[in-house]
């Protein structure tokens, strides 16, 4: 019965937020639902397991969610799944609760489900999918996550042999999960126009099977591509079975299995959405890469890292980095490093604001490599944000860019950041913030500063 | 001909964690920036002879767990020469890597492992991580300075007989329950400051190679380096430290 209360509570509350605004709510349903019964999510009728799918990882998640919702519906396929991204318990229970019937009742082809890393542990314990694919197992979010190992080790908790695993080939740690599930697919990059290296002095990582240091050929992303262990002999497959390749730049397209694609977003980090996707469709959901394909031609990802603003006669390209996350952070690098025209940099790393205590680290940035951005006609560079600003200066400084070349301003005030902006030659800006110092900013142009 | 300064670097692709390249960045720069030429010797689970008396400075970064009994076998073999380092040279070990150098590492899951036991102290391994900025006074080489950092807390230290590196002014330290911050063990500094500790703190870089340029008998280098950026950088980290919300026991009241 204490089912049925929650369920209809979630309900009401669902149609409730929902007239208030449609964006919002999406944890609350579910959080209520789950206070009145615990296990309210296993108490859901109807969900075959071999249909859920989850898609973990530290970074491409909601965009391979997205992507394979979209997928799946484009062939006609009623799916569940959680695309507004909220990816814990009590978000998946929201989005069961408005899809059920008033008893609870489920009906889909394929449940779909973003899940949080941290999280996976009590998710599954009730919701036991029995396929999982985990894009990678980065450094992030260390104020909760510590280090991967803390979470690799709650994925363990939760793989078992009769799991069906769609796995990176090219994160060794995400590869490494092949040993605890009998079935494994890979999914993985063909080395591209905008593969890069890194200096001898910017550390790899350790072998996860013989704890000897982990060779990088090249990376695709940062921390992703083609490795290898001289010592055990652990190491990405040459051409995994799911494989983007044959990238063109200029023409927005890729193959995979033969079939021709429309790339939607020509970002290196999105490859891999991709390749999961493909892989996803055809192992779980038995769509072809065929099929899939034309999926391409009109797919919109959800909340994106990638924005152009129009300033004066400015043009502002805004990436959104995770904080706390080396990878997004060299991935934004690396976009900007592969611009040969003139440019400013607005860099605004700042304070970790999650939860409290809120505190100053940009520490990261040391894991990341400047060198190719520096060497790239930058005019100049702001480096702004309270509290951080001359550490983000600093790092620019130790990669070889003089202290003459830095504004520092050590404050988020909008006005001044544009003022900045207004001083540069070059009409080209690239700006690295917070979301909300960047919805200021794009408040501030429309709101007629322009 | 410059002198040459030699680094060892340990593990550096196992134990990579939180920038913490960014140590050996500042130390080389201080280095050259005095004349000196600055080799930087990496020290993997694969080099062979490796004898800590040959650098003049070395810096294990913090690591997983997981790593660590394959560390501590390798390093095994030469915990005296460790032991004898730390006498008169300098030596940086930063956050889980203390547990390494210490006598046993207390997991989660109730398993041990036994460390090097070069300095006189226990880690135990937390169920939860607790990140924040970090903030104490110290004094290395005879003098005293303030150090701001980070810290990212997965485990306990206890640092039984040994003396603390630092007092705390804000922020966990090795317990959260007292006023210490790490430990120091002859002119080893072991901290749970992490990441580009030595390029925030120049103070704390500049002392590690007085220090070295004592024991290679040079001169020390009378022109001090200009800290303004740093100085700068603690002053408005400090003020987001006086400003915020926290849950920690108050220092006054460990």
Known sequence: MKFYFALWLAKILGVAINLVSRDRGTNLPGEKALAIDPSFVKHFKNIDYSKVIFITGTNGKSSTTNLVDHILKENGKKIISNIEGANLLSGIATILAKESTLTGKLKADYFVFETDERYLPLVYAQLPAENMLITNLQKDQVQRNGDPDFIYRKLKEVINPQMTLILNNEEPRSRSFEESSLRSVYYGVERHDESFNKGIDYPTQACLKCHHDMVFDYYNVDSIGAFHCDFCGYASETIPEYQVNDINFKEKTFKLKGVDYNMPYDLPFMFYNYAGALAICQEICDISPQKAAKAFNNFKNIGGRFEVLKYKDKTIKYMRIKQENPDTLQSALNIMAFDKQEKMVALGLYTLVDFIPHYANTFYAFDCDFKPLIDSKVERYLCFSEHVSYDTANRLIYEGVDKEDITIMDSDNIKEIFAEIDKAETNNIYLITWISTFEKMKKFIEGGQN | ?254
């Open chain 2, 1 to 254: 001909m410059a002198t040459t300064l030699k680094i060892g670097w340990l593990f550096p692709n196992t134990f990579n964690l939180h920038g913490d390249r960014g140590n050996i960045l500042a130390i080389k720069a201080e280095g050259l920036r005095r004349g000196y030429k600055v080799e930087v010797f990496q020290i993997n689970l694969e080099t062979k002879d490796f004898d800590p008396m040959d650098y003049d400075f070395i810096f294990c970064p913090p690591g997983e767990i997981v790593h660590f009994k394959a560390v501590i076998e390798f390093l095994k073999p030469h915990n005296e020469a460790l032991m004898t380092f730390i006498e008169n040279r300098p030596m940086l070990v930063t956050g889980t890597s203390i547990g390494i150098f210490g006598e046993e590492i207390h997991r989660n899951d109730n398993s041990s492992i036994k460390g090097l036991g070069i300095v006189n102290l226990e880690v135990y391994e937390s169920h939860v991580v607790y990140g924040d900025d970090l903030y104490y006074h110290c004094q290395y080489n005879g003098n005293k300075m303030e150090i701001i950092g980070n810290q990212i807390q997965m485990m306990h230290v206890e640092i039984q007989e040994e003396s603390p590196f630092g007092g705390l002014i804000y922020g966990y330290g090795n317990t959260g329950n007292t006023k210490f911050e790490g430990a120091r063990s002859g002119k080893g500094i072991f901290t749970n400051t992490l990441g580009p500790l030595l390029v925030c703190n120049p103070w704390l870089t500049e002392e590690i190679i007085n220090l070295i340029e004592v024991n290679k008998g040079l001169p020390v280098w009378e022109e001090k380096r200009d800290n303004t950026l740093e100085l700068n950088s603690l002053k408005t980290k400090v003020a987001l430290i006086e400003k915020k919300e926290t849950r920690l026991i108050k220092i006054s009241e460990r």
